[in-house]
């Protein structure tokens, strides 16, 4: 295993304290273990809380601020994060117009931030949940019950953050980010495996030629292991893989994502491919992003996510955003 | 090879049409290969030209923006670009004021830009040129006389980009460039190689418990091979062979820059052991960016790059810049 750590257990702590020193904009809290926004909460406004297991970065710390999220709670690498963990988070984002949780749909995040939920609902916190499973690869796969929940991600904590910024309610807040949800599909594809630090080998094998076809984000098997292809035909396995769930039409929003092995030059070389086969089908790339945005730690790889966009959604988009991994506008 | 790639011959022309399919506000000219702002040069504004070989994304192109440059020359994957290609460049950003070239200093790079500003000053435009030479690892390396050019092009690129946007004139802004090289200092270190498309293997071999101090952005052999060590270790040896260089003290801008394969949580725990370095060294971090900005394909490992600032260089910095890459405070 060749990282730049300092040791395995030490990997979140260590990484923490540099977000802390990197951002003045964020707060860690180091022995909770979460990031806010430093200043704190603005009365009156939805707290949105994010979290998950590290080695998706930026997701989730990276998109704590103005326009986006009030909160992170990082797990170990590739684990959830624990409830007390997220209550503590909760708590310290709700400005007294209630939390609203935003969770990738595996098992393990699902129970806990269900479990905080309840804890926090003891303690007089109104809290929502909005699960995101966008990943049309499979269904049911390792630690999921239904679709994975990937790209989809970073779409409904752009837009129910814009929301949120503007006053939008705990309930609008809820039901903006599950339209969100249900426009968006995502499909990845791997070239690589990765190593979870604490594991010390790689979490699956991938032969010279081979690539993994909807693989998820912590190296789970997808529909298939493939040749290696051309990008143009693995932008094309991707999108009619989501074409098939979910008839593409109209605007849409566009991601093309790095695991976080794979060049910048290679990303846009796939969306070059993307931006063709939509094309090639009548579909109009209104909004896009391309680079690093949800990792699988050094995997070398790509995933592709796209939203069906209404007035409404776009105009959210591309409201303010004052991240360190997404900042516009403001 | 593992490559998202159509073939190995295309990647640079794919990769140019994603880059002109993912952003409006930029402009590729494919046959002659630059890119430039979309609305063309500002009449009176210097222009400000950078590139080199390609493999080193988001460098050059996603630093083309208001604040920061206004085109951007990439050669073939680590292969300069050719001077007909600058030329072309450097006559679509010419309004008037001149252009300057900012060059990082490989012999190939510094050649061909020479020949491109001759031919230049040929058809009536004046073109000045920084010539980057950061990296404190080694003096004279493959493809190189003197100092390599590398992470200090960013701050070069940032800060010229700033004084330009407010009318700094040609001589003004090839002041500021040599000041902003000369305060900066690089060292970078890898823990894997590399493969350009087109040779098909990587250009180096290191054992799994070793890594490359000093290595260069293509692979150039640094000071030494040695043991894989802790992030601590790792940041340590490079901030004391830039300190050694360049006695650190006062305020400081820092980079830790991925490599292309390295996880951002990777870069963030080097981060915060360079804090933790400087500070018990008396340096004030007053600004700082983590993450992949100049890079070497999908080679693991970083770099740091510290500039000693000023109160002119720091308001610069924080000028607004809207660009691909690097985006705030407009």
Same mark, same amino acid.
């Given at each position: 295993?060749?990282?730049?750590?300092? #040791?395995?257990?030490?990997?979140? *702590?260590?990484? @923490? +304290?540099?977000? *802390?020193? #990197?951002?003045?904009s964020l707060v860690v809290n180091a022995s909770e273990r979460?990031?806010?926004? *430093?200043?704190?909460?603005? +009365? /009156?406004?939805?707290? !949105? !809380?994010?979290?998950?297991?590290?080695g998706h970065e930026p997701l989730h710390g990276g998109f704590v601020g103005y326009g986006m999220l009030d909160a992170a709670c990082p797990g170990e690498v590739f684990t959830s994060p624990v409830p007390d963990q997220i209550l503590a988070a909760t708590k310290a984002v709700d400005a007294g117009a209630g939390v609203l949780h935003i969770v990738k749909n595996y098992t393990g995040d699902v129970l806990n931030f269900q479990m905080a939920a309840e804890l926090a609902a003891d303690d007089g916190v109104r809290v929502e949940?909005?699960?995101?499973?966008?990943?049309? *690869?499979?269904?049911?796969?390792?630690?999921? +019950? /239904?679709?994975?929940?990937?790209?989809?991600t970073v779409f409904v904590e752009k837009i129910v953050g814009a929301a949120a910024e503007r006053g939008a309610d705990l309930a609008t807040a809820v039901a903006l980010g599950r339209e969100v949800n249900e426009r968006s599909r995502s499909f990845g594809v791997a070239l690589s495996s990765c190593t979870v630090p604490a594991a010390g080998k790689p979490g699956f094998e991938l032969a010279e030629d081979e690539i993994e076809l909807g693989v998820g984000i912590h190296g789970e098997p997808g529909r298939a292991r493939g040749q290696l292809v051309s990008a143009r035909e693995i932008a094309g396995i991707a999108l009619d893989a989501i074409n098939d769930d979910?008839? @593409?039409?109209?605007?849409?929003?566009?991601?093309?994502?790095? !695991?976080? /092995?794979?060049?910048?030059?290679? @990303?846009y070389v796939v969306y070059a491919a993307v931006a063709q086969w939509l094309s090639g089908h009548g579909v109009s790339i209104a909004r896009s992003l391309v680079g690093n945005y949800i990792t699988s730690l050094e995997m070398a790889g790509c995933s592709i996510t796209v939203c069906q966009l209404t007035p409404q959604l776009t105009e959210l988009w591309d409201a303010p955003v004052e991240t360190p991994a997404l900042r516009w506008g403001r």
């Amino acid at each position: 295993m060749k990282k730049l750590i300092n #040791a395995p257990d030490e990997v979140l *702590a260590d990484s @923490l +304290a540099g977000v *802390a020193a #990197a951002h003045p904009s964020l707060v860690v809290n180091a022995s909770e273990r979460f990031i806010t926004r *430093a200043g704190g909460p603005r +009365a /009156g406004k939805v707290g !949105l !809380l994010s979290g998950g297991g590290s080695g998706h970065e930026p997701l989730h710390g990276g998109f704590v601020g103005y326009g986006m999220l009030d909160a992170a709670c990082p797990g170990e690498v590739f684990t959830s994060p624990v409830p007390d963990q997220i209550l503590a988070a909760t708590k310290a984002v709700d400005a007294g117009a209630g939390v609203l949780h935003i969770v990738k749909n595996y098992t393990g995040d699902v129970l806990n931030f269900q479990m905080a939920a309840e804890l926090a609902a003891d303690d007089g916190v109104r809290v929502e949940a909005v699960v995101v499973n966008d990943d049309v *690869a499979v269904e049911n796969s390792t630690w999921t +019950a /239904g679709r994975r929940g990937t790209g989809a991600t970073v779409f409904v904590e752009k837009i129910v953050g814009a929301a949120a910024e503007r006053g939008a309610d705990l309930a609008t807040a809820v039901a903006l980010g599950r339209e969100v949800n249900e426009r968006s599909r995502s499909f990845g594809v791997a070239l690589s495996s990765c190593t979870v630090p604490a594991a010390g080998k790689p979490g699956f094998e991938l032969a010279e030629d081979e690539i993994e076809l909807g693989v998820g984000i912590h190296g789970e098997p997808g529909r298939a292991r493939g040749q290696l292809v051309s990008a143009r035909e693995i932008a094309g396995i991707a999108l009619d893989a989501i074409n098939d769930d979910m008839p @593409l039409s109209g605007q849409v929003l566009v991601m093309v994502n790095g !695991l976080g /092995g794979t060049p910048l030059i290679e @990303l846009y070389v796939v969306y070059a491919a993307v931006a063709q086969w939509l094309s090639g089908h009548g579909v109009s790339i209104a909004r896009s992003l391309v680079g690093n945005y949800i990792t699988s730690l050094e995997m070398a790889g790509c995933s592709i996510t796209v939203c069906q966009l209404t007035p409404q959604l776009t105009e959210l988009w591309d409201a303010p955003v004052e991240t360190p991994a997404l900042r516009w506008g403001r």
